[in-house]
């Protein structure tokens, strides 16, 4: 459904992609594990099209995003939805409304029929009663679960999730995961879920691409992913949490005493 | 780091005893804490002047005595000072220290900076223009950029003006014309009483009070009501724009609306400049209405110019050419100050911090174009014989 072909991106100096290639599997549930600051949500850009590759190419079902003209590029975007990291959700429209937005902007639903889809996708995320209620007044799972009702209103082929874990208590992160797992498969989406939350996404996970340092360390499905860790050294520090290793070697390369203006140092 | 944990406040003293032999000792004593840093920092005094030159080449010194309490502060003036008499050619002996005085010193000699370390050479005054200019330059581009985009985008959709959000339109009107009458009314209002006033002041020692009207017309329509209006509007309204905007990239609602295929351009910059292009001249009409009523209520009640004289007089001065002079600038005000600041709120990035930043940018350019347009349409309207 998804594909990178050797994909350069790098911001100034800084290089987040050094020529990467995944591959989203239709129907499926990838997870896209990686440090902070390894560009997981410059790849749901990448696919959004908001951002171009320096060299490299975005296919999304047969269609280069950096190519797309702006007509076919607005048209694609309308196939994904979006839950971003902080849900997003416009917080002058109350949450009904906000589910309500992608439809009065794309179709010409009279509004007995558009009351009637928000009801249902609202209930799919377990919002119901909550549709009067203003963004500023939802607990973070709740308005994350809101994005999400919003996110699938145009009934998307292609779900991105940006960091959907971050800040959750276990409940809702529980809650979450399974409205994750559960609506691809009901929906037949495709869904790409970035995070860091090792365990729990790859609980629900088909697939997994670990990515840092600019290139992809690990990828298959969850178990054999496990299996990499072998020969990867820098994706048995990422599942396991080691405070110690490849990863962070490259951190702070300067001896201590040189910041300190001390000469020689140890 | 401290050797004796309670502190008696006995200032750090350090004394050179200079054998007649090649062994000299050097004596320590009190608190080397930085609670002692005043006395620390010009401990080195007390030791003979020039020492650590040469006088000391060749010696041994021995270092001893008795220090109560040592901090990282202390043992990095003492260890400055071991560096200083090594540096001079003379041999350091610490032995007689505790070890663990001993260990600090040690650790730190032979490593410290230089004591002053070279600032960083400064940046001349050209290079700081040059920056400064590259700044405004790249500032200058995104706006004519944003222009351009404006041009594609405006000039499309009003060959299909169905696909103009006009609800959205609407909204922006309310909110940028109807709530602002109070405000533009009223300093409108206050201005007009100024000028009446100050006119009035001089004009009356001539008898010529009737001349206000004159005086308080022209200004008010050519240039006070649409000038006025325009900065209010800029310090209301585009500052409004670029706080909601910035907020709303802030909050990731902006690549929401773009994830939902909707171009924020559509949705929230155009409806704005289009709904302060139908506000401002309306707002500037009603400006221009409570200015000219101002000047009427000083010029009836302190200069003795009647209300029916006053109006009587109006038309004789001014004519339709006249509001029209200042009318027709507003539009163009009106487009200055909604793409300054939708234009800084699509910038923000970052942090809370970086929209109440940009709001202030916004109203200061805003401001700054409105008055450089208005001198503009001065001079053009010169030249065209108005």
Known sequence: ?266 | MTENGSSVNVPPRIALDRGDNDVWHLQLAGEWTLAQSETLSTIDRSLPAGFGDSAARGKTIRVGGEIDALDSAGALRLARIVDGMEQGGAAVDLEALPQSQRNVIELLKGRLPPPKTPRPPREGVLAGIGRVTVAKFTEGNAFLAFIGELVVRGGKLIAFPWRIRWREVVAEIEAAGLRALGIVGLLSFLVGMVMAYQAGATLADFGANILIVNLVAIITLREMGPLLTAIIVAGRTGSSYTAQLGTMRITEEIDALRSIGISPFDMLILPKIIALMVVLPLLTVFANLLGLLGGAVVAAYRFEVSFAVYFDRLPEVVDLTTLMLGLIKTPVFAIAIALIGCMQGMRVAGSALAVGRATTVSVVQATFLVIVLDAGFSVLFNLMGY
């Open chain 1, 1 to 266: 459904m998804i594909e990178l072909d050797g994909v350069h991106f790098s911001r100034g100096a800084q290089v987040i992609f050094d020529g990467v290639d995944m591959h989203f599997g239709r129907g499926e549930v990838t997870v896209v594990l990686g440090p902070s600051g390894t560009g997981k949500t410059t790849l749901l850009r990448l696919i959004g099209g908001q951002v171009r590759p320096a060299s490299g190419r975005v296919m999304v079902d047969g269609i280069e995003v950096a190519r797309a003209r702006r007509k076919a590029l607005y048209a694609l975007r309308r196939r994904m939805g979006v839950l971003f990291q902080n849900g997003a959700l416009f917080t002058d429209l109350t949450v009904g409304e906000n589910v309500a937005f992608p439809l009065r902007a794309h179709s010409r639903l009279d509004e007995a029929l558009i009351r009637r889809i928000v009801l249902f996708k609202l209930e799919a995320v377990g919002l119901r009663s909550a549709r009067d209620k203003y963004p500023a007044a939802l607990s973070g799972g709740m308005a994350r679960r809101a994005a999400l009702a919003r996110a699938m209103a145009l009934d998307p082929e292609i779900m991105l999730y940006d960091e959907p874990f971050a800040g959750q208590d276990p409940v809702s992160m529980g809650v979450l995961l399974r409205l994750i797992r559960r609506l691809n498969d009901a929906l037949g989406l495709t869904s790409i879920v970035v995070t860091h939350d090792v365990k729990e996404a790859m609980s629900i996970a088909d697939r997994v691409i670990v990515i840092a340092g600019g290139r992809v360390i690990g990828q298959g499905t969850p178990e054999e992913v496990r299996a990499q860790r072998e020969q990867e050294p820098a994706l048995a520090q990422f599942l396991d949490g080691a405070a110690d290793g490849p990863l962070n070697a490259a951190e702070d390369e300067s001896p201590l005493s040189a910041d300190l203006g001390l000469g020689g140092g140890q």
